[in-house]
């Protein structure tokens, strides 16, 4: 069994791709305002200090674009557990970066709006959304066994006995904490994400949808794992 549901071609060094996820789960090339939209970027070689500041610059960018309403990037802000926001914005957001590759998903608050509605949330945390994005890229030396002993759930051990089952599993993850908004603020070991439908006692019930990033214009070969989260009152 794989978490993986599609494979969608990553972008070449210097260049992006962008893509669409509908409420359905169904993934197609190209923005689409009404739904999630994904933005990614293969950045340059760059020094580390200087890609991070890269990557930040790059998804600023990106979310002007988006809003056609912004002519300059935006001012995000966080919530009190670290989540960005654009408090000025339509849009909720949430972005990811591994190595030298950044994604931004994007998506108007509209699309979660009656999913979001809650008497116990902050106005920052109303803003901020219900949208969560994690990407890892392939080859970074890990300790797989201790990992997944210390932050696997039992069911997710049998899916992550390949490098890319278990950036599956751990994409996953932290996308359903980033779109809920508590960060790595539970134990991960008891998020089961290897469901359809993702339920927590404390973060509720979430969809994810991961694909494979592939290697442009090439044999089938895959270089990472990117994962999307959202509420599942927005039924698949």
């Known amino acids: 069994m794989s978490m993986i549901s599609a494979a969608i071609a990553a972008p070449a060094r210097g260049g992006r791709v962008i893509y669409n996820v509908d409420t359905q789960g169904c993934i197609r090339d190209g923005a689409a305002p009404e739904h999630i939209t994904v933005y990614i970027a293969a950045l340059e070689p760059l020094p580390a200090d200087t890609l991070r500041?890269?990557?930040?610059?790059?998804?600023?960018?990106?979310?002007?674009?988006h809003d056609d309403n912004s002519l300059t990037p935006p001012e995000l802000q966080t919530t009190d557990l670290g989540k960005p926001y654009w408090p000025d914005g339509r849009w909720q957001l949430n972005w990811s970066h591994s190595q030298y590759i950044v994604a931004l998903a994007?998506?108007?608050?509209?699309?979660?709006?009656?999913?979001?509605?809650?008497?116990?949330?902050?106005?920052?945390?109303?803003l901020a959304g219900a949208l969560g994005i994690d990407l890892e890229v392939l080859g970074r030396s890990r300790s797989r066994?201790?990992?997944i002993n210390r932050y696997y759930h039992p069911n997710e051990h049998s899916l992550a006995d390949t490098d890319l089952g278990f950036l599956s599993i751990w994409t996953r993850k932290?996308?359903?904490?980033?779109?809920?908004?508590?960060?790595?603020?539970?134990?991960?070991?008891?998020?089961?994400?290897?469901t359809a439908v993702i339920e927590h006692v404390?973060?509720?019930?979430?969809?994810?949808?991961?694909?494979?990033?592939?290697?442009?214009?090439?044999a089938p070969t895959e270089i990472g794992v990117l994962s999307l989260s959202w509420p599942a009152a927005l039924a698949l």
Not at 106 to 126: M, R, Y
Not at 202 to 218: F, K, R
Request: charged content about 20%; hydrophobic content about 35%; overall charge negative.
């Open 145 to 147: 066994e201790a990992l």
């Open 202 to 218: 404390q973060l509720g019930q979430w969809h994810s949808l991961t694909v494979s990033l592939n290697e442009p214009n090439a």
């Open 53 to 65: 500041q890269r990557q930040r610059t790059q998804v600023l960018s990106w979310l002007a674009e």
């Open 106 to 126: 994007i998506a108007p608050h509209e699309f979660f709006q009656q999913q979001t509605a809650s008497n116990t949330k902050s106005e920052s945390e109303t």
């Open 174 to 194: 932290e996308a359903v904490v980033k779109a809920q908004g508590m960060g790595l603020r539970i134990d991960l070991k008891s998020l089961n994400t290897a």
